[in-house]
């Protein structure tokens, strides 16, 4: 039973993967067809990330009392409502509308699987997650190549939205017959709710406070990315439909970048591996930002994306090695964190877009991932003043 619980977690998170990426491609079409600037848009993905935020919590309060098999069918169908709510009659009210059941529906499943796995007898949840972020990878490298694909064949892009309700409402039908089957252990909701019995002052300490802070700069700098990439390269006067596939490729190298940081984990630790990964971005990232040349650009970009695939794995890792007891919890605030750090930068990047100049989207990147390097720096201190060797496998 447990195979086939996965086998559904990972096709989620394939079309979570997939839901994620199709709308930045979209985002000049979108301001145009509905003549909204891209400020407007921006502060649409903050209020989008704002009641992400909150529906965390509340789930979170909800799957305390009841149980998390309860959250995870909550999320898909405010997931499949919202994509549905997409492939309607597109305004600025359904627009918003769209993007906070989309956004809180993503973030929801994310944390409702992964709280269900860590709630169940294995210890091979590293492993587990890490085949999450590579499902998700892939889908993520398929939407835009969706999207490309559609506007180059000159077709309607909500026709990708109304397909994907599709899938989420066949996958929400097969985690109910799961679900069903499952049978219920004595105790076992006991075990799924412990997650969310904690104290504030057992969660935070040092090594975690620079963790949700990390977490909050990466949120920003792959919603800068995903979100933005296309806005960007209409400096370069390319056709979203063409700079869709940088996006694409963006996602591939960042897979490409997950199996190797796999393989890596094997001789060295987190903290090492986040220094370089991030040393190496921010150097690609400055020369990304002074040539001009695109081919330069998009090998840069690749770089970029291995160099800083594994962050956000890596860094909850080191929270969960720190407060294990607590893992759950630090889990859910890892999210929240990487939420919270797009909240900030997302009407940032739509404001600088607008009224100031498309290619300053790469500089505060460039200046978010300078800051996660020196806070890097500041946690490899840390742990070798601790000889700690955080490992995940």
């Not at 409502?81 to 994310?110: C, E, H, K, Q, Y």
């Not at 920003?220 to 596939?245: H, R």
Request: with cysteine; hydrophobic share 60%; charged share 10%.
């Amino acid at each position: 039973m447990m195979n086939k619980v996965l086998v559904l977690f990972n096709l989620t998170f394939l079309f979570i993967g997939i839901t994620a990426s199709v709308i930045g491609p979209l985002v000049p079409i979108i301001a145009q067809d509905l003549e909204i600037g891209f400020d407007v848009i921006g502060m649409f993905f903050l209020v989008g990330s704002l009641s992400s935020l909150a529906a965390v919590f509340v789930l979170g309060w909800i799957s305390d009392r009841y149980n998390v098999k309860i959250t995870i069918i909550i999320a898909t169908v405010i997931l499949f409502t919202g994509l549905l709510l997409f492939g309607s009659i597109l305004n600025p009210i359904t627009l918003i509308s769209a993007i906070i059941l989309l956004r809180s529906g993503r973030v929801l499943i994310d944390s409702s699987l992964r709280t269900y796995i860590i709630n169940q007898k294995t210890n091979d949840h590293s492993r587990i997650f890490i085949r999450f972020a590579i499902f998700w990878c892939i889908g993520a490298i398929s939407g835009p190549l969706i999207v490309s694909t559609l506007l180059y064949l000159d077709l309607d892009y909500r026709y990708i939205f109304l397909i994907l309700s599709v899938f989420f409402i066949i996958i929400l039908v097969f985690l109910l017959i799961i679900f069903r089957a499952k049978k219920t252990v004595k105790g076992t909701r006991h075990a799924e709710n412990k997650v969310y019995s904690f104290k504030m002052g057992k969660i935070f300490n040092t090594v975690t406070v620079i963790d949700f802070i990390l977490l909050a700069l990466m949120g920003g700098i792959l919603g800068g990315v995903s979100e933005w990439l296309t806005t960007y390269f209409l400096t370069f006067d390319l056709e979203v439909y063409f700079s869709s596939l940088f996006l694409s490729l963006y996602w591939v190298f960042t897979l490409a970048g997950l199996v190797i940081i796999n393989r890596l984990l094997r001789v060295t630790n987190e903290i090492t591996l986040l220094l370089f990964g991030f040393v190496i971005a921010t150097v690609s990232l400055i020369f990304f930002n002074i040539i001009d040349v695109i081919l330069v650009k998009v090998v840069l970009l690749a770089v970029q994306a291995m160099a800083l695939s594994g962050g956000l794995s890596l860094v909850m890792a080191i929270s969960a090695y720190e407060n294990k007891k607590n893992s759950g919890v630090i889990m859910s605030f890892n999210l929240a964190a990487a939420v919270i750090g797009s909240i900030v930068f997302q009407p940032i990047f739509g404001y600088v877009a607008e009224h100031f100049y498309k290619d300053y989207i790469m500089y505060i990147i460039l200046a978010a991932s300078f800051l996660a390097t020196c806070l890097i720096i500041l946690l490899l201190k840390m742990a070798n003043r601790k000889n700690i060797r955080l490992r995940i496998f």
